[in-house]
């Protein structure tokens, strides 16, 4: 009787067992899969095809393994009920902790402050940096992929590093933009802290933000202006300048940076009680994401954007620039993980906002991400202001501003991207490219609903 009831034991464990994968399998076939985690800011795996090349090469078989990786039915549920239990995990010394990802894994030890730390992964360029430490490549997405995170007195901070020879490589190529652009069009560069400096412990300072930017003005051309948004920002540390939970600037911190931009363009700007702020509140951002920190979870952030006292019209071009739709400046619809959209409505290849200014000034903005929140400020001071994401644009610069007459040009860019050879190297395609602009003349347009454009979802 005894050795009955085991069996049947046995068989009800293999049977449940068999009834749970046919199950899992079956309503992974039947639910509808996503395209886009808003939660990590990225776009999912899709189911690779066939090809001879990527069969005999073993591509083809990790390609699935991510594809039911990304796919898996309640991911976001099951990776949520693992951060739970991750609290009640270990001894903690909730102060300071380090996030670490390998081969999209999670790590995170909580560390006790150290004088000469230094988080950041390995360079493999052979370059020299500031001080020996390594560079953050923050653009293989379209956010920031960031290596290392700090959560210190629950805010995520991003851990800077960089390299004297990017910085110089990069310096180089504003001085030939300058050369091949000519004498009556003004280039402004604008190096933008993300943080560290002002928000990290002493102690982690390993490189300041600070040492490399000073270091990357020092050795531009003369005829540059360098945009002081470092001192701007450094005035106003205490404020609401950059998220608890992400990883951009808010939209008080690109105020300031307009301010430092104002000074060097000779621009009287506009006192803050000018604009019209409003707010999006309940935000959480790619650093609770990437982290899943509890601190984090409970320090949610608001989005703050600064509406301009003028009347604008905006449009946006596709990748090759063949058609032009209309936008708005502020995409207000925008809410949860989204939030940060509300500036310029995400990322676009070319975008052109007409002002209601009449003074014949037109100038062209190169950015990442941080300057969706900066290039609204420009549109009450320039009649016409070009928005360019140095990501996805695949014209020639040159040809752009003769077609449109603009007469001032802006690099802005945070300094991840600043420390990045693919910056360098796509900023000299613009350049030096065969690309030609021929977009369809603006009274073809058709009237488009506002949405939120992220068509690389994500730097």
Not at 25 to 33: A, D, E, H, N, Q
Not at 305 to 333: G, V
Request: hydrophobic share 35%.
């Amino acid at each position: 009787m005894k050795t009955f009831f085991i069996n049947l034991y046995t068989r009800l464990n293999s049977f449940l067992f068999v009834i749970i994968l046919i199950t899992v399998g079956l309503l992974f076939i039947v639910l509808p899969k996503e395209k886009i985690s808003e939660d990590e800011k990225r776009a999912l795996k899709q189911f690779p095809i066939l090809t001879e090349e990527n069969l005999f090469s073993g591509k083809y078989f990790e390609d699935i393994d991510l594809y039911y990786s990304d796919n898996f039915i309640y991911r976001n549920d099951i990776i949520e009920i693992a951060s739970e239990l991750k609290k009640y995990k270990g001894i903690k010394n909730q102060e300071i902790q380090y996030f670490t990802k390998s081969k999209g894994f999670q790590k995170s030890t909580t560390l006790k402050p150290k004088t000469n730390n230094n988080a950041a992964s390995g360079d493999k360029s052979g370059n020299k940096a500031l001080n020996d430490s390594t560079v953050i490549d923050t653009t293989s997405e379209a956010y920031n992929n960031i290596n290392s995170v700090i959560v210190y007195k629950s805010r995520a901070i991003q851990i800077y590093s960089g390299s004297r020879k990017k910085l110089s490589n990069f310096a180089s190529l504003i001085s030939k933009y300058k050369t091949a652009l000519g004498p009556n069009v003004t280039i402004y560069c604008m190096a933008i802290p993300v943080g560290s400096d002002f928000n990290l412990p002493n102690s982690f300072k390993k490189d300041r933000e600070k040492t490399g930017i000073n270091y990357l003005y020092s050795i531009m051309n003369p005829s540059i202006k360098c945009v002081k948004a470092y001192e701007e920002l450094e005035k106003h540390q205490k404020e609401y300048i950059y998220f608890n939970t992400d990883h951009h600037w808010t939209g008080r911190g690109a105020y300031y940076a307009y301010l430092g931009f104002c000074s060097s363009a000779g621009i009287e700007p506009l006192s803050i009680d000018k604009f019209e702020i409003k707010k999006i509140n309940n935000f959480i951002g790619t650093l609770y994401y990437y982290t899943r920190s509890e601190d984090l979870k409970q320090n949610k952030d608001y989005v703050e954007y600064f509406k301009i006292p003028n009347t604008t019209k905006s449009t946006y071009f596709d990748e090759k620039l063949i058609t032009e739709k209309r936008t708005k400046l502020f995409a207000e619809f925008a809410r949860g993980g989204n939030s940060y959209g509300v500036f310029l409505g995400g990322d676009y290849p070319l975008m052109h906002i007409k002002s209601d200014v009449k003074n014949g000034q037109k100038i062209l903005i190169v950015k990442d991400s941080y300057g969706n929140a900066f290039s609204p400020f420009l549109c009450a001071h320039y009649e016409d202001v070009f928005v360019v994401d140095y990501r996805y644009l695949k014209y020639n610069i040159k040809s752009i501003m003769k077609k449109y007459g603009i007469n001032n040009l802006m690099f802005a860019h945070n300094v991840f991207v600043l420390n990045s050879s693919f910056t360098t190297y796509q900023e000299s395609r613009f350049l030096n490219s065969n690309f030609t602009a021929n977009p369809v003349k603006p009274e073809s347009i058709n009237v488009k609903l506002d949405t939120l454009t992220n068509k690389k979802d994500e730097k």
